[in-house]
């Protein structure tokens, strides 16, 4: 089935430092990227869709100066976490879009972001 | 506004105790009707897609229904191993991405 790689699985970096979070769909072409941020307890919310070849559309009240999203082939999309901060600590999750089968939207591991 | 609503918050069943989680939802140019499952630090994992009202989709011990209004999420004879969140999203929205619920959080005892 498909597959979405995301990585790393967890991270720990120090407040104003960047971090960057990989995306990649392993045996299909991605148009189309998610990326979703998920807080204990709650449930996924989306931040940002990102297209190959094309600015990524951000939505309301997400920073995308802070939030920078690459996805500059069909199979990767990048998230940096730019001068983050202890409220950007979340769980940072992407899913990738394959309309070529039943369950269209597949979705990476996740990425345990905590900043120190 | 697009709106995706999971209830309950939490179940909690006995080994073999069956049940079911609902899922109503208001999504506008609604393409499907998905369910994961979420286990602790890990990304969804996907179960089904529903597309028209009357659908209905098994997994071993999963079984997942539509309406025009809402999903549900069967469990038949729920063993430990099936506990996990579930989550249910509309499939459509402005970007064509998932609207996610909240999620049901099953824990089931042996």
């Known amino acids: 089935g498909a597959v979405v790689s995301q990585h790393p699985s967890r991270v720990i970096c120090k407040s104003g430092t960047s971090v960057k979070i990989e995306c990649r769909s392993l045996?299909?072409?991605?148009?189309?990227m998610f990326w979703y941020r998920q807080f204990p307890k709650q449930s996924l919310m989306l931040m940002a869709t990102s297209n190959e070849g094309s600015k990524a559309t951000y939505e309301q009240g997400v920073e995308k100066d802070k939030f920078l999203i690459n996805h500059a082939s069909l199979t990767l999309s990048t998230l940096t976490v730019t001068s983050a901060h202890p409220e950007d600590s979340s769980f940072y999750i992407c899913?990738?879009?394959?309309?070529?089968?039943?369950?269209?939207?597949?979705f990476g591991s996740g990425t345990r972001l905590t900043v120190v | 506004e697009d709106q995706v609503t999971q209830s309950p918050e939490a179940l909690r069943l006995q080994e073999g105790e069956s049940s079911s989680l609902n899922c109503s939802y208001t999504v506008s140019g609604l393409r499907g009707l998905f369910w994961y499952r979420q286990d602790p630090g890990k990304g969804p994992e996907f179960l089904f897609t529903?597309?028209?009202a009357g659908e209905e989709k098994e997994k071993e011990r999963l079984k997942a229904t539509l309406t025009k209004k809402e999903s549900f999420l069967h469990i038949t004879a729920p063993k430990p191993e099936d506990s996990a969140t579930y989550l249910c999203?509309?499939?459509?929205?402005?970007?064509?991405?998932?609207?996610f619920g909240k999620g049901t959080k099953l824990s089931v005892k042996p």
């Open positions: 529903l597309y028209s």
């Open positions: 999203a509309g499939g459509g929205g402005s970007q064509g991405n998932l609207i």
């Open positions: 899913s990738a879009e394959d309309r070529g089968r039943d369950h269209g939207y597949t």
């Open positions: 045996d299909f072409q991605a148009t189309t």
